[in-house]
């Protein structure tokens, strides 16, 4: 492993998918598994900085040496968040956050009918655009999972989300993305520079993404 050369930072790292229910037994849901912040999350605390993770439900065991809370809704990890923030050196939002959730939560079991179900759905907050507004010092990472015209929309979010720089990846392709062990990504700042990386396993971008967060910090 590298130098502790993060030793006395604090870092937030989110990461997996957020549910959404609708009634105690279903919940709107995506496929993130949480591999790619875990992987930030235990790199970062390898090290040696002081390591926040906020996690959607995921099958994948605690990393060593970081604290884990564990939560389901958008609306959860946006009070888990706001909490960490103001004492953090940077945020890495990994998560896949819901967008939208059901606007009332059954609460008993949804009979079937013969007729179509039709859900409402309202809008979640975008806790990074909300970091983005309330952002002093900290580094603000996001990432950008897109299934076309990844750059543009990537860097459209940098900008909107006021974010340092943003990780993105093309989801659509088979061996990067979500529920695999590998992501081809790239990297775009805010001083305009692109860098593309080859196909790599979570674990070594996950120390390309931190270094990049480093070199912000100038070391
Ligand atoms: O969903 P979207 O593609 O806009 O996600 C881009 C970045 O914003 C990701 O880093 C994601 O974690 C974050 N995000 C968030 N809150 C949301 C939606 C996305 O923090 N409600």
């Known amino acids: 492993h590298k ?3 993060m030793a006395g930072r604090k870092l937030l790292v989110t990461a997996g998918g957020t549910i959404e229910p609708l009634d105690p037994v279903r919940f709107i849901g995506n496929r993130s598994t949480g591999r790619m912040g875990y992987a930030i999350a235990e790199e970062a605390a390898c090290r ?11 099958s994948l065991p605690d990393p060593c040496g970081v604290r884990v809370v564990r939560l389901e809704t958008a609306r959860e990890m946006r009070d888990a968040v706001l909490q960490s923030f103001s004492s953090v050196d ?3 939002k990994a998560a896949a956050v819901a967008d939208y959730r059901p606007v009332e939560v059954s609460p008993h079991k949804i009979k079937k009918s013969d007729d179509d179900l039709v859900l409402h759905l309202v809008r979640n907050p975008d806790i990074l655009y909300e970091l983005g507004q309330k952002k002093k010092h900290q580094i603000l990472v996001g990432f950008a999972a897109e299934t076309c015209r ?3 929309y990537a860097r459209s979010k ?7 720089f943003i990780v993105a990846n ?3 392709e088979p061996d990067a993305g979500f529920a695999v062990e590998t992501n081809r990504i ?3 700042d805010r001083n305009g520079h692109a860098t593309a990386y080859p196909l790599k396993s979570k674990r070594e971008l996950a120390g390309i993404i931190l270094d990049h967060v480093a070199s912000i910090w100038g070391n």
Do not use: Q
Not at 48 to 58: F, H, Q
Not at 158 to 164: F, G, I
């Open 150 to 152: 990844v750059e543009e």
């Open 90 to 92: 940077a945020v890495i």
């Open 48 to 58: 040696g900085a002081e390591v926040v993770l906020i996690s959607g439900p995921t």
């Open 170 to 172: 093309d989801v659509s």
């Open 3 to 5: 130098r502790k050369e």
């Open 186 to 188: 790239r990297i775009f």
């Open 158 to 164: 940098l900008e909107r989300k006021n974010l340092d």
